[in-house]
Structures are given as structure tokens and as C-alpha cells.
Antibody
Framework: EVQLVESGGGLVQPGGSLRLSCAASGFTFSSYWMSWVRQAPGKGLEWVANIKQDGSEKYYVDSVKGRFTISRDNAKNSLYLQMNSLRAEDTAVYYC??????????WGQGTLVTVSS | EIVLTQSPGTLSLSPGERATLSCRASQSVSSSYLAWYQQKPGQAPRLLIYGASSRATGIPDRFSGSGSGTDFTLTISRLEPEDFAVYYCQQYGSPTWTFGQGTKVEIK
């Protein structure tokens, strides 16, 4: 059974940093693209970033370029999102998702990031 | 960036009725790389349709997708009580992926 478990969310001040983690199991992690998707309270879904199987390609939504970094450790079956220079508009539930051909076929339950003073 | 616009914003229907949801892209979505998701309150989204018209594993056949280019449709042939939710389209035809803003299907 595919499982994705996010951790690392919490309350952070504007300008601060946070690192999200996603522990994957139930599939061959190193064989799939992986992504982060976020959802602000009461709002829609927004794709944030994705990363190729070997980490050689990474893409970001414009609003986080230069501030967020996606990475992975295939030996640990883990996905990460380093978030720097956080803003109030980054407040959201952050989902880790497995990609299949560009779709998101499995999702974690999400971790809440709140950026507030 | 490809912008996806979904309509209507809210659809009020009764169980047993047919639901037709629209997703329009600001430019052509290559190879019909368009997906649909269902999200219920407090839950993660669930993949329904990929490649514009292929149902994901375990999705009932009352869900169907169609369209190409810039215009796509999700149809729910007969609404079941568990189908009342928010639906999102997503394109993956470019390196940066985008979602539509969602259509809420509510009980009339």
C-alpha cells in the first residue's frame, strides 16, 4: 500500500524558514517523479514544485522560485521542501504527492504551515 | 504558464442528476495531458481522470472525461450522495503544472 506521510509543518514568523519532509513507502520511490502541492485555507490547489527520479530536474511555480528548494533522498525514501523567506501568502496545507505521468496519483494527508507574527 | 478556468463555480444538483463540469485552458494542452480530481472536506484530493478521458484505478464508470485542445469536460452521469465535493482540473502538458480554481458540486 502506498503511503506518504508529511511532517515539519508549524507556525513560523514572516521571513523565517521551515523544512518539510515526506516519508514514502509501498512503492519504488526512486522510480517516480515527486511533487509538493499546497492549499491555502478555503482555497484551491496549487502545484508548488516537482523533482525527477534522480533529482537532476526540478521545477517550481513562479511564486516560490528562489525561496523554496525541493530535494529527495532515494536511499531514505524521502522527499523534502526547504522553505526560506516565508510570507503570509505561503500559509497553506502542504501535500506530498507521487507523480504518475504528470498526474498526482497518491497524496499524503498534508502538513499545515502557518506564517504569522 | 497555462491558466485553467473552470465553470461553473458552483453546481447545485440533486442525487441522480447529471453533472457537467467545464475546464478551459488559456492555450492548447499538449497530448490531452489533462486530469481531474475530487476533493472532499478535510481530505486529500483523489485522481479521477487522466489523459483527458481515462479513468484512474477504482473510479466508477459514472465518471467520464472528454475534450482536447483547450476545452475539457468532466461528466458524472448520475450523482451519488458521495459525489458531492469539489472538483479540480489539472494540466501536465508543460514543465510547470497548473490547476483550475475548482467547481463545487453541492446538493440542491
Amino acid at each position: 500500500e502506498v503511503q506518504l506521510v508529511e511532517s515539519g509543518g508549524g507556525l513560523v514568523q514572516p521571513g523565517g524558514s521551515l523544512r518539510l519532509s515526506c516519508a514514502a513507502s509501498g512503492f519504488t520511490f526512486s522510480s517516480y517523479w515527486m511533487s509538493w502541492v499546497r492549499q491555502a485555507p478555503g482555497k484551491g490547489l496549487e502545484w508548488v514544485a516537482n523533482i525527477k527520479q534522480d533529482g537532476s530536474e526540478k521545477y517550481y511555480v513562479d511564486s516560490v522560485k528562489g525561496r523554496f528548494t525541493i530535494s529527495r533522498d532515494n536511499a531514505k525514501n524521502s522527499l523534502y521542501l526547504q522553505m526560506n523567506s516565508l510570507r503570509a501568502e505561503d500559509t497553506a496545507v502542504y501535500y506530498c504527492a507521487k507523480n504518475e505521468g504528470g498526474t498526482f496519483d497518491y497524496w499524503g494527508q498534508g502538513t499545515l504551515v502557518t506564517v504569522s507574527s | 504558464e497555462i491558466v485553467l478556468t473552470q465553470s461553473p463555480g458552483t453546481l447545485s444538483l440533486s442525487p441522480g442528476e447529471r453533472a457537467t463540469l467545464s475546464c478551459r485552458a488559456s492555450q492548447s494542452v499538449s497530448s490531452s495531458y489533462l486530469a481531474w480530481y475530487q476533493q472532499k472536506p478535510g481530505q486529500a484530493p483523489r485522481l479521477l481522470i487522466y489523459g483527458a478521458s481515462s479513468r484512474a484505478t477504482g473510479i466508477p464508470d459514472r465518471f467520464s472525461g472528454s475534450g482536447s485542445g483547450t476545452d475539457f469536460t468532466l461528466t458524472i452521469s448520475r450523482l451519488e450522495p458521495e459525489d458531492f465535493a469539489v472538483y479540480y482540473c489539472q494540466q501536465y502538458g508543460s514543465p510547470t503544472w497548473t490547476f483550475g480554481q475548482g467547481t463545487k458540486v453541492e446538493i440542491k
